[in-house]
């Protein structure tokens, strides 16, 4: 067995699926809920106010993972928390020490890619994903002996990337013999079916499980996903002074003017805006070009499979054709 299949495997994947980790709307029901139907869930560490709670998220997951998969006689798929390594995040050590002692699976890593990190998760035999925009930032990861790389390309909500999906997957692979996910605008089971073509071993979603029953998020915003087209989307610097994609619908209800969103830094769009301004913003990838429904998290995952598996024969079919 590969290093890739043997990860793989641990996860005990229906589909390769993982729920990414979205600030405020990943919280424990979205993950179960995930887990339950065979993907991955996740949620952000920091999405609990305090290490403790956190903690008792972590605690209460595991325990329904082992207490379900035992009544199934099989086990649920894995879950995974998210780990902001980066200075200004004052929970760090603490929120790690929590990953140790509960032994959780799979540990996303954001702003920052340590070895200290990895190490620590591997001393329990934990997986550590960490999401990169660009080559050199994988070369570190990669050198920080990461079991996954998270390729966050063009179209992805938040933080998004600039590369196109096809050429980054592929020198990616030419580095790295570990766990490919690929993030960007995927919404459909034709979707995952073109990440894996591409070379990808598991599709990163998030923006299509904002829009679902169980994610914590505003009525409003589910319905500005599903009402919004690719060109809805903006990718600008003027909300945190970092490149990420937002709707252009939050962002003129707090205020900032395409003016404003043309800017290559922060924008400075006043004191009187700013409490709007945090309130409201909302992200999204290009993926709302194909969001039309809330569905509960078990129905869509459901629609994924069958898509998913419609699209491998589709493209079995195609092959057959040109006698490949």
Known sequence: MNRRTEILSELHLDIPVVVSPMFIISQPHLVLESCRNGVLGTFPALNNRSTEGFEQWVVDIKEAIRTEGGERG?????YGVNLIVHKTNPRVQADLEV????????VITSLGAAREVVDAVHSYGGRVFHDVTNTYHAQKAIDAGVDG???VCAGAGGHAGTLNPIPFVAEIRKMFDGVILLAGGLSTGRDIATALQMGADLAYMGTRFIATREAVADEAYKEMIMSSGSREIVYTASVSGIPANWM???LEAAGITKDMWDQKGKADFGAEHEAKAWKNLW????????????????????RLKRELKEALREQSQRALKFSI
């Open 99 to 106: 990953i140790v002692r509960q032994r959780v699976p799979v």
């Open 149 to 151: 790389l998270i390729l």
């Open 283 to 302: 992200s999204a990838g290009h993926g709302v070009a194909t969001i039309d429904d809330n569905p509960p998290a078990a129905e869509l995952i459901d």
């Open 74 to 78: 099989k086990p649920l798929s894995a």
């Open 248 to 250: 252009v619908g939050s």
